[in-house]
């Protein structure tokens, strides 16, 4: 297959990568001939940088070279172009949430016939080894070491005869009607939240009202205190002003009457008499009034109380509270197909709304529309003992010492590669082009292609028991779920193996089905307890969401619908799956 022409590119070895012009690759340069740019972090010549400067007009051109080697140092391509590039290549559940986030807060505009990562270039080839569209800019960067670079003329041709091509339209009104549907969803959640707020600022507002009461009953107390204390010291300063004006009148009239010289020896000796008695009785009463303590009123504050209403920075804490489900309404769903109850061991719905349920009793998976009608069935050669998507339209099935691949094309399932596990392995999960396997008492990270394998963490204490039958990851891989029908709870771990938490339970026997939720939120069902829990992480605990009152009867696993409000619980030997109606 002839690869696409592009004038003055040639591919050169790794070898001439790293000392020759990045764009040409054909004159040999040393330091100070060449020109870097700090953003590619690539090497262009003196003829090739005018060219680069007309398409990276803000880019940074300095040199920079070995001094030893004498070479220019070569340099992978830029974090922003790499990210972009990732963003292209990888499928949707490998994507990181952050890299949507910039994709869609640029605000750019979709334009069909322009690059997607250089957004001013037409697409001109299709890589076909990355199955990516690509302008003349890609060809000579990110895609210059790719063989298979075909002109869009020569691979389009018979794209409308393609069954893929005739049922675009309809599924992409489909798509456009789910996210119509969420961002109706994402607006009334959004008003739910800003009630909410309303709500707590009121609940802020009555312990600001608390905080005032309690303030002004403070104030009240201290007001009062002083009262007394002014009445205590005013009372004392009074009383002792009355002995003095009582005294202050006695001397006065005495002296009113032995003033004169024509008072009579009888009434002067009698004068004199008392006289002396009332002097020494003043002067008793002055030097007490004298050596009295005198005082004034003062007030020092708590230092303890300020101090502590220093450092509040608020009445309490705000933050978000993960919402623990509970149960509103349930029905069953008739399974009709099969001759046999089903013994349904897994469950999981495609990223299109459609349900996929593993029947260990009829050894097959089924696929179920969103109105839970049957579309497909495909029968399997072993049981199956648990399942996970891969992307979007393929399926992994574990089974005895075998993990079984599945496709799922127009609405049908066909077989496709095996790869060998354990003989013990019954549970399983995908994550970033990696299976986690569950087998007895560990957990094993495979390579996709079953060639790789790693043990990420072993239950030394388990002995002959199954602590690690199921596991579950969370949406962006920091947390690995692992419980097992002889582990009396739910193990935590980050992604490489290790352990973080472990939540007990009492009221979970013989833990089977595990789910990770797309808003983050795990559940968890006991066989033999009839019970879904649900981890509640601010309280570390696991929290009670349904159980036989609610129908449950052997649940083997749970699901929790996307955007629907929707429990789907598999069970034990019946012919019908519950499905709980949560808020």
Same mark, same amino acid.
């Given at each position: 297959?002839?690869?696409?022409?592009?004038?003055?590119?040639?591919?050169?070895?790794?070898?001439?990568?790293?000392?020759?012009?990045?764009?040409?690759?054909?004159?040999?340069?040393?330091?100070?001939?060449?020109?870097?740019?700090?953003?590619?972090?690539?090497?262009?010549?003196?003829?090739?940088?005018?060219?680069?400067?007309?398409?990276?007009?803000?880019?940074?051109?300095?040199?920079?070279?070995?001094?030893?080697?004498?070479? %220019?140092?070569?340099?992978?391509?830029?974090?922003?172009?790499?990210?972009?590039?990732?963003?292209?290549?990888?499928?949707?559940? +490998?994507?990181?949430?952050?890299?949507?986030?910039?994709?869609?807060?640029?605000? +750019?505009?979709?334009?069909?016939?322009?690059?997607?990562?250089?957004?001013?270039?037409?697409?001109?080839?299709?890589?076909?080894?990355?199955?990516?569209?690509?302008?003349?800019?890609?060809?000579?960067?990110?895609?210059?070491?790719?063989?298979?670079?075909?002109?869009?003329?020569?691979?389009?041709?018979?794209?409308?005869?393609?069954?893929?091509?005739?049922?675009?339209?309809?599924?992409?009104?489909?798509?456009?009607?789910?996210?119509?549907?969420?961002?109706?969803?994402?607006?009334?959640?959004?008003?739910?939240?800003?009630?909410?707020?309303?709500?707590?600022?009121?609940?802020?507002?009555?312990?600001?009202?608390?905080?005032?009461?309690?303030?002004?009953?403070?104030?009240?107390?201290?007001?009062?205190?002083?009262?007394?204390?002014?009445?205590?010291?005013?009372?004392?300063?009074?009383?002792?002003?009355?002995?003095?004006?009582?005294?202050?009148?006695?001397?006065?009239?005495?002296?009113?009457?032995?003033?004169?010289?024509?008072?009579?020896?009888?009434?002067?000796?009698?004068?004199?008499?008392?006289?002396?008695?009332?002097?020494?009785?003043?002067?008793?009463?002055?030097?007490?009034?004298?050596?009295?303590?005198?005082?004034?009123? %003062?007030?020092?504050?708590?230092?303890?109380?300020?101090?502590?209403?220093?450092?509040?920075?608020?009445?309490?804490?705000?933050?978000?509270?993960?919402?623990?489900?509970?149960?509103?309404?349930?029905?069953?769903?008739?399974?009709?197909?099969?001759?046999?109850?089903?013994?349904?061991?897994?469950?999981?719905?495609?990223?299109?709304?459609?349900?996929?349920?593993?029947?260990?009793?009829?050894?097959?998976?089924?696929?179920?529309?969103?109105?839970?009608?049957?579309?497909?069935?495909?029968?399997?050669?072993?049981?199956?003992?648990?399942?996970?998507?891969?992307?979007?339209?393929?399926?992994?099935?574990?089974?005895?010492?075998?993990?079984?691949?599945?496709?799922?094309?127009?609405?049908?399932?066909?077989?496709?590669?095996?790869?060998?596990?354990?003989?013990?392995?019954?549970?399983?999960?995908?994550?970033?082009?990696?299976?986690?396997?569950?087998?007895?008492?560990?957990?094993?990270?495979?390579?996709?292609?079953?060639?790789?394998?790693?043990?990420?963490?072993?239950?030394?204490?388990?002995?002959?028991? %199954?602590?690690?039958?199921?596991?579950?990851?969370?949406?962006?891989?920091?947390?690995?779920?692992?419980?097992?029908?002889?582990?009396?709870?739910?193990?935590?771990?980050?992604?490489?193996?290790?352990?973080?938490?472990?939540?007990?339970?009492?009221?979970? *026997?013989?833990?089977?089905?595990?789910?990770?939720?797309?808003?983050?939120?795990?559940?968890?069902?006991?066989?033999?307890?009839?019970? *879904?829990?649900?981890?509640?992480?601010?309280?570390?605990?696991?929290?009670?969401?349904?159980?036989?009152?609610?129908?449950?009867?052997?649940?083997?696993?749970?699901?929790?619908?996307?955007?629907?409000?929707?429990?789907?619980?598999?069970? +034990?030997?019946?012919?019908?799956?519950?499905?709980?109606?949560?808020?």
């Amino acid at each position: 297959m002839a690869a696409c022409e592009i004038p003055s590119i040639e591919k050169g070895t790794d070898e001439d990568d790293a000392r020759n012009c990045f764009a040409c690759l054909k004159s040999k340069l040393n330091a100070e001939e060449g020109h870097f740019c700090k953003d590619c972090k690539q090497l262009y010549c003196a003829s090739c940088v005018s060219k680069h400067d007309d398409f990276f007009q803000r880019h940074k051109i300095s040199w920079k070279f070995d001094k030893d080697k004498r070479n %220019v140092v070569s340099a992978p391509i830029s974090d922003h172009t790499l990210e972009i590039y990732q963003r292209t290549t990888k499928s949707l559940s +490998e994507v990181s949430l952050e890299a949507f986030k910039q994709e869609c807060a640029s605000g +750019e505009s979709f334009e069909l016939g322009k690059c997607d990562v250089h957004k001013s270039q037409d697409v001109m080839s299709f890589c076909v080894e990355d199955g990516l569209l690509c302008c003349n800019i890609c060809n000579s960067t990110i895609h210059r070491a790719c063989k298979d670079i075909e002109e869009l003329p020569k691979v389009a041709k018979g794209v409308h005869t393609t069954a893929e091509f005739s049922t675009l339209p309809s599924r992409l009104q489909e798509s456009l009607s789910f996210l119509d549907r969420k961002m109706f969803e994402l607006s009334e959640e959004k008003k739910l939240i800003e009630d909410n707020a309303d709500a707590v600022k009121t609940n802020i507002q009555y312990c600001r009202d608390e905080f005032v009461d309690i303030v002004d009953k403070l104030q009240q107390q201290s007001f009062k205190a002083v009262e007394i204390l002014k009445s205590s010291i005013t009372n004392d300063i009074a009383s002792r002003k009355t002995q003095c004006a009582h005294y202050y009148n006695q001397l006065k009239s005495l002296y009113s009457v032995v003033e004169t010289d024509a008072v009579d020896e009888t009434t002067a000796f009698v004068g004199l008499t008392k006289g002396r008695a009332l002097l020494l009785r003043t002067r008793m009463l002055l030097k007490d009034i004298d050596g009295r303590y005198r005082c004034c009123i %003062v007030f020092q504050h708590d230092t303890d109380l300020h101090k502590m209403l220093s450092k509040m920075q608020n009445f309490g804490t705000v933050k978000s509270v993960e919402h623990i489900f509970a149960v509103t309404e349930k029905s069953t769903v008739q399974m009709t197909i099969d001759k046999s109850n089903c013994d349904i061991t897994a469950i999981f719905e495609l990223p299109c709304g459609d349900i996929v349920l593993a029947d260990a009793a009829n050894s097959n998976i089924k696929l179920l529309n969103q109105s839970f009608h049957n579309l497909a069935v495909c029968t399997l050669p072993d049981i199956p003992l648990d399942m996970c998507a891969i992307g979007d339209t393929e399926i992994a099935v574990v089974t005895t010492g075998k993990v079984r691949f599945y496709l799922l094309q127009n609405g049908s399932l066909s077989s496709g590669k095996s790869i060998k596990v354990r003989n013990q392995s019954s549970g399983m999960a995908y994550f970033a082009g990696h299976l986690y396997v569950a087998t007895m008492s560990t957990l094993i990270k495979y390579s996709i292609d079953g060639k790789q394998n790693k043990l990420l963490y072993k239950n030394t204490e388990a002995g002959g028991q %199954v602590t690690i039958s199921r596991c579950a990851i969370s949406r962006e891989g920091q947390f690995i779920y692992v419980t097992g029908p002889d582990c009396p709870g739910l193990l935590v771990l980050d992604i490489f193996g290790n352990k973080l938490t472990f939540v007990k339970t009492h009221d979970m *026997v013989f833990p089977r089905g595990l789910h990770v939720a797309t808003g983050g939120q795990v559940f968890l069902c006991g066989k033999d307890s009839s019970i *879904v829990l649900q981890l509640d992480r601010q309280q570390n605990r696991l929290v009670k969401v349904a159980d036989g009152n609610d129908g449950l009867w052997s649940p083997q696993c749970v699901v929790l619908l996307n955007g629907k409000s929707l429990m789907i619980i598999g069970q +034990e030997a019946t012919n019908s799956i519950l499905v709980l109606r949560v808020s």
